[in-house]
Nanobody, 124 residues
């Protein structure tokens, strides 16, 4: 069982930056692939970024590629999402998720554990 707690959301102006963190419980964090997803009002939850267990493999949605960076610190049981050049369309609740097995994935159904989410609002 893994519990995930996101933090770092907030209100920022367009063009600004935010850094999200996701702290995981449990001693096997390094064996999980991690992902960030987001859900805007009235829309389905969508993939943002994912990272494999060793940090050597990352993958991003086209909408955030070049602006967002996912990273992890296995010693701290934490995954991060650095978000730069934010746009109003990035406004959403951001969720982190953990996937058994360590291989990264962009598919929502591949993830076994989810956090409660943190709100990110980008004003124009």
């Amino acid at each position: 069982q893994v519990q995930l707690v996101e933090s770092g959301g907030g209100l920022v102006q367009a063009g600004g930056s935010l850094s999200l963190s996701c702290a995981a419980s449990g001693r096997t964090f390094s064996s999980y692939a991690m992902g960030w997803f987001r859900q805007a009002p009235g829309k389905e939850r969508e993939f943002v970024a994912t990272i494999g267990w060793s940090s050597s493999s990352t993958y991003y949605s086209n909408s955030v590629k070049g602006r967002f960076t996912i990273s992890r610190d296995n010693a701290k049981n934490t995954v991060y999402l650095q978000m730069n050049s934010l746009k109003p369309e990035d406004t959403a609740i951001y969720y982190c998720a953990a996937r058994n097995g360590g291989r990264y994935s962009s598919a929502i159904y591949d993830y076994d554990y989810w956090g409660q989410g943190t709100q990110v609002t980008v004003s124009s």
